[in-house]
């Protein structure tokens, strides 16, 4: 069997990042205060986390790369595996029916650290046992991303 350049394995999520004008810098706080709104331009959707993040950059740069990752069977699940198909790499990804789609709502103002807003969904479910250790046997690289954010990662059991 033919070798893999990496298997990029864990976190996998919906970035929804709407953007933030201002025109002169601002606190955090005058921005995020109770009952203000805040216009924003079009936001932008698409996969993030380290299985899309370095992953797809892997495979976009020509590396031979499996991905690892679960997923909720929910609209954001459908929206990442479409575009994860779009590059062939979606056949390590599972779809849990139990488990929402972990998706983060990154708040990025000009001149102010991002804030992100997460919700785990189907990477707290995410446990050794979803990894197809074969892939990694035939692999010269193995990234496993963000395993404090995967609550089967670090739980004592």
Do not use: W
């Not at 370095?54 to 990752?69: E, H, P, R, Y």
């Not at 929910?74 to 390590?92: C, T, V």
Request: hydrophobic content about 40%; charged content about 20%.
């Amino acid at each position: 069997m033919k070798k893999n350049n990496a298997v990029i394995a864990g976190h996998i999520c919906v970035d929804f990042t709407p953007p933030i004008e201002c025109n002169a810098c601002m606190r955090i706080d005058d921005i995020l205060a109770p009952g203000k709104l805040i216009h924003t331009g079009p936001a932008e959707l698409h996969p993030g986390g380290v299985v899309a993040n370095t992953g797809l950059a892997m495979k976009i740069l020509g590396a031979d790369v499996s991905l690892i990752g679960k997923v909720g069977d929910d609209s954001f699940g459908k929206m990442i595996l479409r575009i994860l198909q779009d590059y062939g790499k979606d056949d390590g990804i599972i779809v849990d029916a139990s488990s929402s789609t972990s998706y983060t709502v990154v708040i990025a103002v000009p001149g102010i650290d991002r804030i992100f807003l997460n919700n785990h969904g189907a990477n707290d479910t995410f446990s050794a046992d979803d990894i197809d250790y074969e892939k990694c046997r035939n692999s010269l690289l193995f990234h496993f991303g963000y395993p404090t954010l995967m609550k089967k990662m670090y739980e004592s059991d």
